[in-house]
């Protein structure tokens, strides 16, 4: 799991209810099930309206993205890419097709199966760029479901909220019962603004987060493997991989090297 999404999510709706509580108030005042209706399957409708059924079927999975860890790590690639670089420079380009069936990321193994076809760099580049402007445009979509949800959100607040207040001034004859009145009308507006604040945005900006970390991945590997079709040592495709990675990550990796060297070292002094 993502502790990262759990933990905001718990800390945001905790500190809406802690600040109802504070100020005297209880969870029980927070529900008005006219308002919760309108405002969920509200935002849910008038989304659906300028959405296409494929976007809507994919929400689960796209779900999962927000609320589990991505499972390809960007350390976990340079060490891949390190190891064909070795495999290519002892056995040969054509070493790596046995290599690419075994690979279950997709691009890395369509560029693989790039370098043992022999096509030209400038080539395998492009058509592994144009695979990185699709996925772009493809997760775009659904980011732009949830934005959309925290768009039209408020909006149905609003209206629940005019609703309300009409059903109250239907009542001015009925003085005792006008404040009641007005209090749920505007819980229609505060349920509307909480779910596209501390819901329906921030997982729009998780996904978007979850995308640009996937790029830099992925043009990642396009450098590793044309350093590795230009025939360069391991050490330098290492290099130029790391180059697009944050220096938090790169002194893991140097630290990491360094414990390997440092046991390479103590185990020829015990030979």
Not at 191 to 204: D, E, M, T
């Amino acid at each position: 799991m993502d502790l990262a999404t759990i933990v905001g999510l718990v800390l945001a709706w905790g500190a809406l209810l802690a600040c109802l509580i504070l100020e005297g108030g209880s969870v029980g005042e927070l529900f008005n099930l006219p308002a919760l209706i309108l405002v969920v399957f509200g935002t849910v409708g008038a989304t659906l309206i300028g959405t296409s059924r494929k976007t809507v079927q994919g929400i689960s999975e796209v779900l999962k993205q927000v609320f589990v860890e991505p499972v390809q790590k960007p350390l976990d690639v340079v060490d891949s890419l390190v190891e064909y670089a070795r495999i290519a420079r002892r056995e040969g380009i054509l070493a790596l097709e046995n290599v690419a069936k075994k690979i279950e990321n997709r691009f890395l193994r369509k560029g693989l199966e790039l370098l043992v076809d022999g096509i030209p760099s400038a080539i395998v580049r492009e058509i592994l760029e144009t695979e990185i402007a699709t996925m772009q445009d493809r997760h775009k979509v659904r980011e732009t479901v949830f934005t959309t949800l925290g768009g039209f959100s408020p909006t149905l607040g609003i209206i629940g909220t005019v609703m309300g207040l009409i059903s109250m001034l239907a009542k001015l004859n009925e003085p005792g019962r006008m404040g009641h009145a007005i209090a749920a009308a505007f819980i229609a507006t505060l349920y509307g603004v909480a779910f596209a604040n501390l819901l329906y945005l921030p997982i729009a900006s998780k996904l978007r987060a979850r995308t640009a970390d996937e790029v830099v991945i992925y043009e990642m590997i396009i450098e590793g493997l044309l350093s590795i079709q230009s025939g360069e040592n391991p050490r330098m495709v290492e290099a130029r991989m790391l180059a697009f990675l944050p220096p938090a990550l790169r002194a893991e990796r140097e630290a990491a090297q360094s414990q390997a060297d440092h046991k390479v070292v103590r185990v020829r002094r015990a030979a």
